[in-house]
């Protein structure tokens, strides 16, 4: 038996570093607090939401909801960073990460969750390849194959509760890798690869004849991330499994666009909001362009089985608007 032809098939998820570098590509979600001032006379005003009474002279408003200013002190978020109560301009991610927009603007981030690594993520760990992690990712790093294996079970089983695409059977390689041999394997230029999916099949000569061989499936996930973005990025391989298997010859946005929808389905089942958020506010063109086009297309469709059945014969994505 004798291999002839080598087809290599090879997918990657990239760290986007870009979605949370600067304060302006983080979007606030309209809960910015307003300092406003009421008028006594106007009739049909609202009550603080707190303490319920009418609102004379100054309020707050904060999430489109009207506060009395010492109301609202009592309970506004706090800056991560600083933990004093936010006026004013404001940064916000994940739905429950609040910072002063300065305070989140100087601060250094963490390579993992982008998040600043300064305040309530419990300080900078630097790892022997370069990158930063906060304190609270560095205390879920995966670091060890027999615990990346255990999260490989509980990936697989996340794709088939939540995304009905059963690829337990299926014979997969996993490996963990440090920062430089995950970029060097990948071939990828990049600050830094999380996880990447390399699918062989060998055309065999048996008898005269050629047959292609079974595929031959290595799924890579980047050393030390935390624990909840390992489980993340191993649903984005696993769909990329599920890609050679039904529809290997999608376009770059429609391929990484719809595993970034079904790592950000699980993640969200997971109430993993921050990882989610990432996901969401990603500006690559093709994996977070991607990602908002396939959600835009999917919810004008029917539902996800129908989708996925359809998706099996897609090449690209519809044009945006």
Not at 21 to 49: H, I
Not at 90 to 119: I, M, V, W
Not at 258 to 285: C, F, G, H, T
Request: proline content about 6%; glycine content about 8%.
């Amino acid at each position: 038996m004798r291999t002839l032809r080598e087809l290599g098939v090879l997918f990657a998820l990239l760290l986007p570093l870009g979605a949370c570098q600067s304060s302006d590509k983080v979007p606030d979600k309209g809960k910015r607090p307003e300092l406003k001032s009421s008028n006594p006379t106007v009739r049909g005003r609202r009550p603080c939401v707190h303490c319920h009474q009418n609102i004379d002279g100054s309020y707050v408003v904060y999430n489109k909801k009207q506060f009395h200013k010492e109301c609202y002190l009592r309970v506004a978020p706090r800056c991560g960073i600083c933990q004093r109560s936010i006026f004013g301009s404001a940064t916000t991610l994940g739905e429950r990460y609040n910072y002063h927009t300065p305070c989140f603007s100087r601060s250094p981030r963490c390579d993992a969750c982008s998040l600043p690594t300064e305040g309530s993520r419990g300080g900078v760990t630097k790892l022997s390849d370069g990158r930063k992690h906060c304190g609270e990712c560095q205390g879920t790093a995966i670091n060890t194959l027999n615990d990346a294996r255990s999260l490989f079970s509980t990936a697989l089983l996340e794709l088939h509760r939540n995304l009905d695409i059963d690829l337990r059977s299926v014979p997969i390689e996993l490996k963990l890798a440090d920062r430089a041999s995950m970029s060097k394997l990948a071939d990828f230029k990049a600050p830094i690869v999380k996880g990447f999916t390399v699918a062989e099949r060998k055309d065999v000569k048996i008898g005269g004849r050629f047959y292609q061989g079974p595929w031959k499936i290595t799924i890579w996930v980047l050393k030390s991330l935390p624990r909840e973005a390992v489980i993340g990025v191993m649903v984005h391989e696993l769909f990329h499994v599920w890609q050679v298997q039904n529809c290997p010859t999608q376009s770059p946005p429609l391929r990484e666009g719809s595993a970034n929808y079904a790592q950000w389905r699980v993640l969200k089942k997971r109430q993993q909001m921050l990882w989610a958020a990432l996901i969401e506010m990603d500006p690559d063109p093709v994996y977070g362009g991607g990602f908002r086009r396939f959600q835009s297309w999917l919810q004008k469709d029917e539902a996800w089985g129908a989708a996925l059945a359809k998706l099996r014969q897609m090449k690209d994505l519809p044009a945006s608007n």
